[in-house]
């Protein structure tokens, strides 16, 4: 019986996992992105929204993102909307969770990011 290969994940891959299994729970729990840097005051985002942001400027993402919204805009069956949306979503998270993780890898940024629920209100 031969052996079974000896696989082994980098700590950049295994940050990369975590971070993808956070944001898709946060994305399902509708919580908010709580990023600290060393020198300054915690800043909460709702992840959906830092998300979107993270995905602006990058020329795919809008493409994607510009395809839901034709879509909607000519009546399109909400399956295609669905189905285009899930596409840029998985993708743009994809991209803000390398975008996470450069910056948590950056050493001059000090940056943690942590993700909770946001505070009920009375």
Known sequence: MGALPNFRISPAQE??????????????GCMLEVITYAVADPNRTPVARAVYEDSIGDPHLVEAFDAV???????DTFGRIGELFSKFMDDASAHYVETLAEAIEDPERQLDVSFELPARRK
């Open 69 to 75: 919204a034709k879509a909607y805009a000519v009546g």
């Open 15 to 28: 940050l990369r996992m975590d971070l993808a299994g956070d944001v898709r729970a946060a994305l399902r």
